[in-house]
């Protein structure tokens, strides 16, 4: 079973929103923080947003305001709703699934991470 399946991305004009969703099995789901990484060609992947197991979220600065993380423990999904998109925003975006994302998320890198989603695009037009 792959342990995270990601929906959404696509194109989008600045200012449009895009919403991304990541299901995970039911134990990766309860057993971890989920986050939300993205990568620009050329570059590391980086934490954007986190959830903990306990529903505490984080965000990274450059997209406070905009983004926002949310859960269905239900149906083990972690959601990425970005708003006021920006061409900078534009990357591969992958769900991700690890201890400490949340508390961590402006010191935790990609080698952190236990598993990763398939990735998906996300583009912003100008």
């Known amino acids: 079973q792959v342990p995270l399946v990601e929906s959404g991305g696509g194109l989008v004009q600045a200012g449009g929103s895009l919403r991304l969703s990541c299901t995970a099995s039911g134990r990766t789901f309860s057993t971890n923080d989920m986050g939300w990484f993205r990568q620009i060609p050329g570059k590391d992947r980086e934490l954007i947003a986190a959830?903990?197991?306990?529903?505490?979220?984080a965000l990274r600065d450059s997209v406070k305001g905009r983004f926002t993380i949310s859960r269905d423990v239900a149906k083990s999904t972690v959601y990425l709703q970005m708003n006021s998109l920006k061409p900078e925003d534009t990357a591969t975006y992958y769900c991700?699934?690890?201890?400490?994302?949340?508390?961590?998320?402006?010191?935790?890198?990609?080698?952190?991470?236990?598993?990763w989603g398939q990735g998906t695009q996300v583009t912003v037009s100008s």
């Open positions: 991700a699934a690890a201890l400490g994302l949340a508390r961590y998320l402006a010191i935790t890198t990609w080698k952190s991470v236990s598993y």
């Open positions: 959830i903990s197991r306990s529903g505490d979220t």
